[in-house]
């Protein structure tokens, strides 16, 4: 499924579509480097279908055993536990990305050295997931609304646009969280650099959404072959199962034991969750990856450098990012772009930095020396820049102990 939507965007994007492209199979690739990632996965699943055995437990008590007082008091306790559960799968999502982080690096990770990591970063996460939480359920009472007119139609496309943009900002700003411990306030710095990259991350969003609305379509293939079948053997079947589970009409003559649509419903639920739980994961190692190649490539083990950082590139766009500093790190201040060394020698600083920054990435000398002719600079002065570069490697090799 990732395969095809990911043929279908290189196709219709042409050389951002390949590059779109080859982030999300790459980013669907580490979840294979590290069979833990897959743990987390079955633990969203099993608080995904608690959640769902409530509200089974809620029609079972009002339509079964016709208990309202339980009934009710099962619904209370179903909203309070909302919010909770919310903020459960937000605190999940904050340590996979930690996990997808290490595994970045080339490093073994597990779901207790994600949980450490993210200590202390209970408050941001909690907002988070209230924020997500009150849209997931406004969105869903938008979708089970009847009025689709007038002036309900506008607000629920400002709403649908809402929830997307919020989508976005929330899986890309999660990693600064995790990772770079910001705070809220500092969120929208993160994402002054999101602006620069709307195309990969759209892409990203909205693809990754395309194949959760296609598991969804399955999940609903799940559900009705479930209620059919629970209904024809409880139908045929009614003697085999507790008469507890019995809708009788007002004659007595039976019509439906219901405990078989129960039980296959509920194994669909866990299904459908299980899927929605690696969407999730698949989201997450896609937005911690985009995070990690524009902020710190050079944590980036090598051998996977080259693979998830190449589409910064696209469209020879090969400098110029800031990745947030607000200013040159001691190690770095010989391509300082504002050192006061000459206008030549500033160009030459420049270019250094654009080689440096961009090897980092992954990307080939040869490429970038390519793209900086078309831009007009001279051999002799990319030359004496990819010369500067060297001899800053070496004396930074020097310095390492």
């Not at 040159?328 to 201040?333: G, H, I, R, S, T």
């Amino acid at each position: 499924m990732i395969k095809g939507f990911s043929d279908t965007l290189s196709s219709g994007l042409g050389a951002k579509g390949k590059d779109i492209k080859g982030l999300l199979t790459g980013s669907v690739s580490l979840l294979g480097k590290d069979a833990d990632i897959f743990k987390l996965a079955f633990r969203m699943t099993l608080f995904k279908t608690i959640a769902m055995t409530m509200c089974l437990a809620c029609v079972y008590y009002f339509l079964i055993a016709q208990d309202y007082l339980t009934g009710m008091l099962l619904i209370l306790l179903t909203l309070m536990a909302g919010p909770v559960f919310s903020f459960i799968q937000m605190r999940y999502k904050a340590v996979g990305s930690w996990m997808i982080y290490d595994i970045l690096q080339g490093k073994d990770t597990d779901i207790p050295s994600g949980a450490r990591a993210i200590k202390g970063m209970g408050f941001s996460l909690f907002l988070y997931s209230m924020i997500d939480y009150l849209i997931k359920s406004k969105s869903s009472e938008e979708s089970d609304s009847e009025s689709n007119t007038g002036s309900n139609f506008f607000i629920n496309l400002l709403f649908d646009v809402f929830s997307e943009v919020w989508d976005l900002v929330k899986n890309f700003s999660l990693p600064a969280i995790v990772i770079d411990q910001s705070t809220i306030r500092q969120i929208p710095e993160k994402l002054s650099l999101l602006k620069k990259n709307i195309p990969g991350a759209l892409a990203g969003v909205l693809g990754i959404d395309l194949i959760g609305s296609l598991i969804g379509s399955l999940s609903l293939v799940l559900f009705l072959p479930a209620l059919a079948l629970g209904a024809g053997v409880g139908y045929l079947g009614h003697s085999l199962f507790p008469e507890s589970w019995m809708i009788l009409t007002e004659n007595n003559e039976i019509v439906v034991n219901t405990l078989p649509i129960f039980i296959l419903l509920f194994i669909s639920f866990v299904l459908s969750s299980l899927f929605t739980s690696i969407v999730d994961i698949v989201k997450t190692s896609y937005f911690t990856t985009f995070y990690i190649a524009l902020t710190r490539p050079d944590d980036i083990q090598e051998d996977l450098r080259a693979k998830v950082t190449h589409y910064l590139d696209y469209e020879g766009k090969t400098e110029n990012y800031t990745f947030f500093k607000k200013q040159v790190p001691e190690d770095e201040k010989g391509y300082d772009l504002n050192a006061q060394t000459g206008d030549d020698q500033k160009i030459i600083n420049r270019l250094a930095n654009t080689f440096k920054t961009n090897i980092n990435k992954g990307m080939a000398k040869e490429k970038i020396h390519q793209a900086l002719l078309k831009k007009g600079y001279s051999k002799e002065q990319l030359d004496t820049a990819f010369k500067l570069y060297q001899a800053y490697l070496k004396k930074r090799k020097r310095k390492q102990p």
